[in-house]
């Protein structure tokens, strides 16, 4: 998704009609608030890039980092079923982590054939840190808005992620 974001985020609508050429029949607001969409989720994935990038994260290994802060010693296959992506890529998110003495493995209890990972004390005190500085820049963004925009928009978002869980039709 982010990447997408990135590469369409400058694409206006009334670019993407004209590149679609004549005769062609779109619903111009649909494609208007869709590159609304684009820009705004490019704008914020890169700013939190860049945050997280000054303190060697990335935001698949912050999704990692505050698993671990919220359900603790856990072994990387359960890491990656709870954050939703493959074992290789926790096992490169783990690597990363590991080198930045960020996490620490070790053999696991009750089976000498895996591992378990926690976090480093380090880690610790970088998400208390950190997290809290996100939600505050989180909520100075969307001061702009008020609760009743905030809870529209929220429910505006649900509906088009509704969309998409839907079964598309060919046509």
Do not use: C, W
């Amino acid at each position: 998704m982010a990447q997408t974001a990135y590469l369409l985020k400058n694409l206006t609508h009334r670019r993407f009609m004209a590149a679609l050429g004549p005769g062609v029949r779109v619903d111009a607001p649909a494609l208007e608030a869709y590159a609304a969409l684009l820009r705004t989720a490019g704008a914020i994935l890169e700013e939190g890039d860049r945050q997280l990038a000054r303190h060697g994260l990335s935001q698949g290994r912050l999704r990692l980092l505050i698993q671990l802060k919220l359900e603790g010693e856990k072994a990387p296959a359960d890491i990656a079923q709870a954050i939703g992506v493959s074992r290789a890529t926790v096992t490169g998110l783990l690597n990363r982590l590991e080198a930045d003495r960020m996490i620490r493995r070790k053999p696991s209890p009750s089976d000498r054939r895996s591992l378990t990972v926690r976090l480093s004390p380090g880690a610790r005190r970088l998400i208390a840190a950190l997290l809290p500085r996100r939600a505050r820049r989180v909520s100075r963004l969307l001061s702009t808005l008020s609760d009743a925009d905030k809870k529209q928009m929220t429910a505006l978002l649900a509906k088009i992620e509704a969309a998409l869980a839907k079964p598309r039709r060919r046509r």
